[in-house]
Nanobody, 126 residues
């Protein structure tokens, strides 16, 4: 049984940093994407970033257009992904979900990732 377990969320002041982590078990994702979506209060689920794993390092990172350099995604091995968020702002507040699986063919099909975690809450106060 595949499981994705997120950690690293919490409540922080604006201007701070957070590092979200996700660890996968049950199968290897060495040839697949791992990444993040988020859902803010009262809003729809949206893509944040994903990346693959090649040659022992992060490869082909893909970011949502609204990301303005404050987010960095990286693979911490074939079955782990991290999301570093710096200079936190209140609009970052959301539940962040880890995803894993083959990269969907288009941006419009990103919600079809095979595996999803339970989510970790990030709350940023001003």
């Amino acid at each position: 049984q595949v499981q994705l377990v997120e950690s690293g969320g919490g409540s922080v002041q604006a201007g701070g940093s957070l590092r979200l982590s996700c660890a996968a078990s049950g199968r290897t994702f060495s040839r697949d994407d791992m990444g993040w979506f988020r859902q803010a209060p009262g809003k729809e689920l949206v893509f944040v970033a994903t990346t693959t794993w090649r040659g022992g390092s992060t490869y082909s990172a893909d970011y949502a257009m609204f990301i303005k350099g404050r987010f960095t995604i990286g693979r911490d091995g074939p079955n782990a992904v991290v999301l570093q968020i710096n200079n936190l702002k209140p609009e970052v507040t959301a539940v962040y979900y880890c995803v894993a699986g083959p990269r969907p063919p288009t941006a419009a099909t990103r919600l079809t990732y095979d595996y999803w975690g339970q989510g970790t809450q990030v709350t940023v106060s001003s």
